[in-house]
C-alpha cells in the first residue's frame, strides 16, 4: 500500500539503535490524527518500548506539537492481540470501536476506481487499482488516545 498521505513519521531509538516507527496523519475532519503502521523490531517486542513510544508520540500530538499545532486525540487501529490487550487496559486509551473480520476487499477495490475517475489528471486515463482495504479477516480493534489525565 501507498505511504500515508501528509503523515508525520516518527521513529525510536535505544542507544542510536532502530527499534520502532509509527505514522501520524491528520485526520482534522474528525479533529483528530490518525496513527498507522506501528512497527518495533522483534528483538524489542514485549518489552513495552513500543507502546512507551506509542504514547510518547500520542501525548506529543495531544499537547499541540504536532501538524498544524493543533491539541487533538489521536486514533489507532491494531490487530495485534497483545497490543490490543494493553490499549484496552490503559487509562490512556479508550476503544471505540472492534470489528470480528475483515472488510470485503473487492467493494473497497470498486468505491477506489469510482472516486479517481474525477479527478482532473486522470481526464482520458483509465488507471488500474490494485489494491483495496479489508479481505483479511482479522479482528480489527480501534482506540483512541486521550492522555495521560493531568
Not at 475532519?29 to 513500543?50: D, F, H, I, N
Request: proline content about 5%.
Amino acid at each position: 500500500m501507498p505511504h500515508p498521505p501528509c503523515a508525520e513519521y516518527f521513529v525510536g531509538t535505544v542507544d542510536g539503535e532502530l527499534v520502532c516507527h509509527v505514522a501520524v496523519c491528520p485526520l482534522f475532519t474528525a479533529k483528530a490524527y490518525r496513527a498507522t503502521r506501528l512497527v518495533v523490531m522483534p528483538e524489542w517486542q514485549g518489552a513495552g518500548v513500543g507502546t512507551t513510544f506509542l504514547n510518547a508520540v500520542m501525548q506529543y500530538h495531544l499537547e499541540g506539537n504536532g501538524r498544524c499545532g493543533y491539541k487533538y486525540s489521536t486514533f489507532f487501529h491494531t490487530s495485534h492481540p497483545q497490543l490490543c490487550g494493553y490499549l484496552r487496559n490503559s487509562k490512556k486509551w479508550i476503544q471505540n470501536s472492534a470489528k470480528l473480520h475483515g472488510d470485503n476487499k473487492a467493494r473497497s477495490k470498486k468505491s477506489m476506481a469510482a472516486t479517481s475517475k474525477g479527478f482532473p489528471s486522470d481526464k482520458g486515463k483509465q488507471k488500474q487499482h490494485t489494491g483495496g482495504y479489508g479481505g483479511h479477516f482479522r479482528a480489527i480493534q480501534g482506540f483512541k488516545y486521550i492522555g495521560n489525565g493531568e
